[in-house]
T-cell receptor, first 115, second 116 residues
């Protein structure tokens, strides 16, 4: 069974600062992928970034980077230079590549960016 | 491409009523899934499908039924609505992919369902 843990129910950050959202995962599968999604107050789910378990380098997408520490089973999202529009719920999710599988989500972290 | 579409956007049901939430995608994705989102619970998988004619249960399947007769459509049926099924429902689709291929799931806009 897979499990995703997001221990921060809420985070506050000031505009232009960097913030790290924590995510730890548990799986016995050797091959898997880790995803981060953003859900603004309007409700849609927006894909941000992906990291494969065999990727040697940490993934980056613009202001988003994923701090992947495989031995510690963590996949933290780092947002640099926060903007007011980053205020949203953020979900970490995992997908195993063993057989058929779908995404397992964490419970999310609410990020509030203040001016 | 329209992506993943869901209808209706909002629905109010009385306990015991049945209804079907519609989901369609035009990206020729093999995988389609239904999730429910409840406060503090994240998204939980209800049912999923890996192709036309193939469906399987997720984490919270009780009270829901699905079928997949075409690649494009994946309707979710509530058999006899209960207040515990009050939630936001998301449909998602993706390519099947394999190890190392980061095919993200594309989500529909969601259906907000209230059961009274």
């Amino acid at each position: 069974a897979q499990k995703i843990t997001q221990t921060q129910p809420g985070m506050f950050v000031q505009e232009k600062e960097a913030v790290t959202l924590d995510c730890t995962y548990d799986t016995s599968d050797p091959s898997y992928g880790l995803f981060w999604y953003k859900q603004p107050s309007s409700g849609e789910m927006i894909f941000l970034i992906y990291q494969g378990s065999y990727d040697q380098q940490n993934a980056t997408e613009g202001r988003y980077s994923l701090n992947f520490q495989k031995a510690r089973k963590s996949a933290n999202l780092v947002i640099s230079a926060s903007q007011l529009g980053d205020s949203a719920m953020y979900f970490c999710a995992m997908r195993s590549y063993e057989g058929y599988s779908t995404l397992t989500f964490g419970k999310g972290t609410m990020l509030l960016v203040s001016p | 491409n329209a992506g993943v579409t869901q209808t209706p956007k909002f629905q109010v049901l009385k306990t015991g009523q049945s209804m079907t939430l519609q989901c369609a995608q035009d990206m020729n994705h093999e995988y389609m899934s239904w999730y429910r989102q409840d406060p503090g619970m994240g998204l939980r998988l209800i049912h999923y499908s890996v192709g036309a004619g193939i469906t399987d249960q997720g984490e919270v399947p009780n009270g829901y039924n699905v079928s997949r007769s075409t690649t494009e459509d994946f309707p979710l049926r509530l058999l006899s609505a209960a207040p515990s099924q009050t939630s936001v429902y998301f449909c998602a689709s993706s390519y099947a992919g394999s190890a190392g291929e980061g095919y993200e799931q594309y989500f529909g806009p969601g259906t907000r369902l209230t059961v009274t």
